[in-house]
């Protein structure tokens, strides 16, 4: 089938890239021509593990293209995804939405015979609805179903989770779309991936209720995190003791210092507000969004605490800046709380993140940007982990605390252990472990 992919970006290129693998042909375009010619010159705009290789053996095989040009490949195309980005719109946290339907426009310009258009972008309640007026109004003529197929991918598995999901949701109103979702996901078909045919709206919401669902649980496990502390319990007790039991499941029970990225906190916010609008209130997501947001701002205290409450004149290292390790995203990452919150409280802070840099650069102010870990140890009073890329989980603690000025070590991630930690000599903070 061909398939054009509207949007190259961390959906958009992981999906047509494995749509590509399936056996498609598949052009993505995107309106950044930066990203366009890097593509096109065999290089990959964002780190994601594996799709240097995933995008290189496809475009050799001749079936994955790169354009800053959509008429031939929305021309040609079986079904056309959006896949662009909805984010908080400024002001009031609706998604928004106005690349989805500048593509829209755009696609019912150039769309040729019967079209399937596909919202890979995770949108609220409804939008499928209006793009379908949208295209309706420009080409009163045109052959054309809606469809919502809300992406689940997360960055840093994205291939793995594209090409091995839990589920597929597929949200149809014209059953002609039917075998065309069919069609494009043959491949999981015969894997035996549950594929969810529902309506579209009830697609739509799925996506949300989903990463609501995965937001309050780690808001859950964070509170119970200080509840631990106030308490003198382990959380990571507490985690594995409730997420065994399979009616609870143990993923997402890892404290930490709130939830961040470029879903969580825009889709709960959106969902606050399309509830709110349909007078139908999600308390617990609003006390979620809440609770994660005071937590974010908190969380550089803990850093003076370990440091007797004043962090002035004081030198912070850090290390991890994105969202979550391996990605270069620095989307609402809780760094972008945390190291002006230590800043303002007069501290000097130097930095290390494996992929990160380039986009935190552009994101924080003042920072001393490092090589390597050691060089953002070197000279610090204190040493916080705020990512948990898998380099920083065996660091050679007796050569980190010869180089800092005082061996003090933060780990919000609780990648170590406290008893190896403190014989080593460190005074060691954590999250929610007595
Ligand atoms: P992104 O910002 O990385 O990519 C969006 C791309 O779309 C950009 O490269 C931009 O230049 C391009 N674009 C915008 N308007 C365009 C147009 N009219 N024509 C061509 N290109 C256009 O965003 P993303 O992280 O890939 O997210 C896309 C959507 O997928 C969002 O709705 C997001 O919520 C959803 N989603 C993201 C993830 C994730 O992990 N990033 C996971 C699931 C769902």
């Not at 779309?177 to 549950?194: G, I």
């Not at 937001?215 to 003198?232: P, R, S, Y």
């Not at 050569?399 to 080593?424: F, T």
Request: charged share 25%.
């Amino acid at each position: 089938m061909h398939v054009t992919m509207i949007g190259a970006g961390y959906v958009g290129l992981v999906s047509g890239a494995c749509f590509a693998d399936f056996g498609h042909t598949v052009t993505c375009i995107d309106k950044d021509a930066g990203k366009i010619d890097r593509l096109r010159a065999g290089g990959i705009p964002i780190y994601e593990p594996g799709l240097d290789m995933l995008v290189a053996s496809n475009v050799k095989a001749g079936r994955l293209f790169f354009d800053t040009d959509a008429a031939e490949a929305v021309r040609k195309a079986d079904a056309v995804f959006i896949a662009v980005g909805t984010p908080s719109r400024r002001g009031d946290g609706h998604a928004d939405l106005s690349y989805v339907y500048a593509a829209a426009e755009e696609i019912a310009e150039l769309m040729d015979g019967f079209t399937v258009v596909v919202t890979k972008s995770t949108v609220p309640v409804g939008t499928g609805d209006e793009i379908e007026r949208i295209i309706r109004a420009k080409r009163p003529d045109a052959q054309f179903a809606v469809v919502s197929n809300p992406e689940f991918l997360r960055e840093g598995a994205a291939i793995e989770d594209f090409k091995r999901p839990d589920r597929v949701v597929v949200g149809v109103e014209d059953e002609r779309a039917r075998p065309v979702m069919t069609e494009l996901y043959r491949p999981l078909f015969l894997n035996e991936t549950p594929i969810v045919f529902t309506g579209r709206r009830t697609s739509e919401l799925i996506k949300y209720a989903a990463n609501a669902f995965l937001a309050m649980k780690i808001t859950f496990i964070n509170e119970m995190a200080d509840l631990c502390e106030a308490v003198g319990a382990d959380v990571q007790q507490v985690a594995r003791g409730i997420g065994l039991d399979k009616r609870i499941g143990g993923k997402f029970l890892h404290a930490g210092p709130g939830y961040g990225g470029s879903c969580f906190p825009k889709d709960t916010l959106a969902l606050v507000r399309t509830a709110s609008d349909a007078g139908s209130p999600v308390r617990l997501i609003e006390a979620t969004v809440q609770v994660n947001d005071d937590r974010k701002k908190a969380m550089a205290g803990k850093v003076s605490g370990a440091v007797s409450g004043d962090l002035a004149g004081k030198t912070v290292g850090v290390l991890g800046l994105t969202f979550k390790p391996n990605t270069d995203d620095m989307r609402d990452a809780p760094s972008l709380d945390i190291v002006p919150a230590l800043q303002a409280m007069g501290a000097k802070v130097q930095a290390f993140d494996p992929e990160g840099t380039h986009e935190a650069r552009q994101l924080l102010r003042e920072v001393d940007f490092k090589d390597d870990p050691y060089a953002a140890a070197q000279g610090a009073d204190v040493l916080v982990i705020i990512t948990e890329w898998d380099q920083f989980r065996a660091l050679d603690l007796h050569r980190v605390k010869e180089i800092m000025k005082a061996p003090v070590l933060v780990d919000l991630r609780n990648i170590y252990r406290p008893d190896e930690v403190r014989s080593r000599g460190f005074k060691y903070v954590s999250i929610g472990r007595a």
